[in-house]
């Protein structure tokens, strides 16, 4: 939005943290009104009811996948915390769109931000002065929004990926990164449904604060910023197809644009504006939270990918080849869901060079990670088949032929090493390749083995 005559000057540049946009809802309590959460809280639940009714006749828009889940959380999928969640065409719009600013003297007693019933985004510039951007009803629009709170606002709960290998260890608890208001999605009404990200949510009181000391800056006349650990989003070469091929990791501001990197997640200063890319998300693209990464499936993508029942079926003609384990001499099969259960038909792999076998005890050393294959002779690890069911992340609907390592979880050969050249953000801390099924980071090069069945031996 364009600035108004007499604006103030260019913010200089701010090497102090930046702060996070979340909610403020306390603004509103200093000025003696109720809180409207518990009364928001009752409406959402009777609304819910109504919405999971009209939801198998809605249009949908598509969804968000997060990766390193497999299908469902560890602890299953409850509400609004779930491995996924699908974007359907609301029955009423509740898109909102920037219309003008202004410029104020003491943000906090704006009637902008104590109006309940108004969207706003304040970028502060001192204690006495800010930047309030007015947002109305949008009638063509849809707005879905991500973060790690659990109040009324969020459509979408996503917490810290913790990875499968890391799972139920203690030790690894730490403070989370998500934003409690990380960012909006906001889809067309009509065709072709466009939707775009944009960085930070609106509160509970449908504001958006950005501190003092957060990252923002004003650009040909126009203002914007970026959240604390910001919002990144990569869009896939060739789409998300067998063609697929990884490309540059962007990150998003509050306003949509999109930008080079930072030096590091939480540095102050901006990097250079990419014009040539734009917020609107591709079938593909992935979005990171700084802790948590997802995976947008548009509608139209997802009619090519695999359904449950295909990728069960691809599993069966598999097992119809009757597979056996070179000891045991004992049929093998490939569970079409994953199991914890174990017996002498579960399949196993050695990572080193991929040969099948079932579980056994021959070639265990004394480090029992490390087994001698018999049928090779190469040593290493030796992990149980599991496969990767969430069929939103595979690039073709092929047969399950390649496997992940270190963990195991099996999938088509196109989507094993499309995956294995991701650079997915790990946190703060940089970036590396994971297994999409369970988060765990890839070992060996290229991370990636390809399975030898001794099959059809009848």
């Not at 104590?114 to 800010?130: D, E, F, G, K, P």
């Not at 979408?156 to 999605?185: E, W």
């Not at 990197?261 to 591709?282: A, D, G, I, M, Y």
Request: aromatic content about 6%; some cysteine.
């Amino acid at each position: 939005m364009p600035l108004p005559p007499g604006s103030p000057p260019p913010l200089p540049q701010n090497t102090d943290n930046p702060s996070d946009s979340e909610s403020r809802e306390d603004l509103k309590k200093t000025k003696g009104e109720k809180s409207p959460r518990n009364s928001h809280h009752n409406q959402r639940n009777s609304k819910l009811g109504q919405e999971n009714s009209q939801k198998s006749t809605a249009l949908r828009f598509g969804e968000l996948v997060i990766i390193g889940y497999n299908g469902m959380l560890p602890n299953g999928d409850k509400g609004r915390r779930r491995s996924k969640f699908t974007l359907f065409k609301r029955v009423a719009a509740n898109g909102v769109k920037p219309v003008k600013h202004h410029i104020v003297k003491n943000p906090q007693q704006s009637e902008l931000i104590q109006n309940s019933h108004q969207h706003s985004v304040s970028y502060t510039l001192s204690r006495s002065q800010a930047v309030i951007v007015q947002y109305d009803h949008d009638p063509d629009t849809d707005m879905f929004q991500i973060g790690r709170s659990s109040e009324d606002p969020i459509d979408f709960v996503v917490m810290d990926t913790v990875p499968g290998d890391q799972r139920g260890d203690s030790s690894v608890a730490q403070q989370s990164t998500i934003s409690r208001f990380a960012c909006r999605i906001i889809v067309d009404r009509n065709f072709p449904h466009t939707a775009r990200i944009f960085a930070a949510g609106f509160d509970v009181a449908k504001n958006i604060f950005l501190g003092e000391k957060a990252t923002k800056w004003y650009s040909e006349g126009e203002i914007d910023g970026l959240t604390t650990n910001g919002v990144l989003i990569m869009h896939p070469v060739n789409g998300f197809s067998k063609d697929s091929k990884p490309s540059i990791w962007r990150e998003v501001s509050v306003d949509g644009g999109i930008y080079a990197l930072r030096e590091s997640r939480s540095t102050p200063q901006k990097s250079s504006l990419v014009k040539t890319e734009t917020n609107v998300l591709q079938d593909g693209t992935l979005i990171d939270l700084c802790g948590a990464t997802l995976i947008w499936r548009s509608a139209t993508g997802l009619l090519s990918a695999p359904s449950r029942r295909e990728l069960e079926h691809k599993i069966e003609e598999i097992n119809a080849g009757r597979p056996q384990c070179p000891v045991g001499l004992n049929t093998l099969v490939l569970p079409s869901k994953n199991t914890i259960s174990e017996s002498e038909k579960t399949p196993y792999v050695y990572l080193n060079c991929g040969h099948v076998h079932g579980q056994h005890s021959w070639g265990k050393g004394e480090d029992t990670n490390a087994c001698t294959c018999p049928m090779c002779r190469k040593t290493g690890p030796f992990v149980k088949l599991q496969l990767g069911q969430e069929t939103s992340l595979y690039v073709d609907n092929e047969v399950p032929t390649h496997c992940f390592c270190p963990c195991g979880h099996m999938a088509s050969e196109k989507t094993i090493k499309y995956w294995s050249l991701i650079p997915i953000p790990h946190g703060c801390l940089g970036f590396r390749a994971a297994c999409p099924f369970c988060a765990t980071p890839l070992t060996g090069d290229p991370g990636w083995v390809k399975l030898i069945f001794q099959d059809h031996v009848d």
